[in-house]
């Protein structure tokens, strides 16, 4: 069993910056892929990036350049860095992790509001 909980969000304005993080809890967190997944009012879930236990990286189009994850394997923590936000960004931010289809786990979000 993994826990995950996410801190970090709140309200900034366009073109600032925000770090997510998310706290794993339970055994082998070096081993799961983790992820950053957001969803919009009235939108589906979408995949914002992912990072695999070798920290190999993917990026949706549309925060390629802007937002970078990481994760401290020491920490048991994965982390979200966001800038140049716009006000699209605007969602919950929910964290995954991921062994297989049996030990898939998230997180319980936080949400990050752009606006002016």
């Known amino acids: 069993q993994v826990r995950l909980v996410e801190s970090g969000g709140g309200a900034v304005q366009p073109g600032g910056s925000l770090r997510l993080s998310c706290a794993a809890s339970?055994?082998?967190?070096?081993?799961?892929?983790m992820g950053w997944y957001r969803q919009a009012p009235g939108e589906q879930r979408e995949l914002v990036a992912t990072?695999?236990?070798?920290?190999?990286?993917n990026y949706a189009d549309s925060v390629k350049g802007r937002f970078t994850i990481s994760r401290d394997s020491a920490k048991n923590t994965v982390y979200l860095q966001m800038n140049s936000l716009k006000p699209e960004d605007t969602a919950v931010y929910y964290c995954?992790?991921?062994?297989?289809?049996?030990?898939?786990?998230w997180g319980q979000g936080t949400q990050v509001t752009v606006s002016s």
């Open positions: 339970g055994s082998a967190f070096s081993g799961y892929t």
């Open positions: 990072i695999s236990s070798f920290s190999s990286t």
């Open positions: 995954r992790a991921r062994y297989s289809s049996y030990y898939d786990y």
